[in-house]
């Protein structure tokens, strides 16, 4: 088992969700998705944005970094109106269903956010995610205000912080062993995998 911890206005984040399942398949590793909100870790840090954009020079990189390895995966990119965008409620949605229906919804969000430079925190574009991925937005809407899924994400936060969770993409494995970012995905179903052998 590999849980996979992300947040949706984590660029890398995107690249990670759309390729993890088919490189954990071949891999023979179960994924559980986990989404969360980095805001409270960066904070606790001392950062008061995305520690990727603080320096001009690093934020060009990102987004020049980003959008070559979409090319080269062959996946959509487009930059976001604004970033980091709020991801609170895209993460509300993500936890408002089972653990199995969350892939699905999740990469619909991330392809709006990412794939077409969308604001997720706009409840229309919210919606869209939601319906695309088979689930009614209504429902789905009403489920993010209750006190149940606040506190799952407030839970999940806790959680990422105490296995040392500091950024996402972030992967761990069933032994605890945490890698971090998308250039790490292989390194880590590797691990999981051979573990899982042993």
């Not at 805001?39 to 020079?57: L, M, Q, Y």
């Not at 574009?125 to 695309?132: I, N, P, T």
């Not at 105490?162 to 691990?191: K, S, T, Y």
């Amino acid at each position: 088992m590999l849980t996979f911890w992300y947040d949706f206005t984590s660029t890398y984040s995107y690249l990670a969700a759309l390729r993890i399942e088919d490189e954990a398949a071949r891999c023979g590793v179960d994924v559980l998705w986990r989404p969360l909100i980095l805001g409270p870790i960066f904070a606790e840090a001392g950062f008061k944005t995305s520690p990727n954009i603080i320096d001009p020079a690093k934020a060009r990189y990102m987004w020049r970094d980003l959008a070559r390895r979409a090319e080269g995966r062959g996946l959509p990119f487009k930059m976001p109106p604004d970033f980091p965008m709020r991801s609170i409620n895209a993460a509300r949605a993500a936890l408002a269903v089972s653990d199995t229906e969350r892939p699905g919804l999740s990469r619909a969000i991330f392809e709006r956010g990412f794939g077409e430079g969308r604001d997720i925190n706009d409840p229309a574009v919210l919606a869209e995610a939601v319906a695309a991925a088979g689930h009614d937005p209504a429902l789905i809407k009403e489920r993010i205000g209750t006190a149940e899924v606040k506190e799952a994400l407030r839970s999940a936060v806790s959680e990422a912080r105490g296995q040392g969770v500091f950024g996402a993409p972030a992967f761990i494995c069933a032994d605890g062993e945490l890698f971090w970012g998308d250039d790490r995905l292989a390194d880590a179903l590797e691990w999981a995998a051979s573990r899982a052998a042993a």
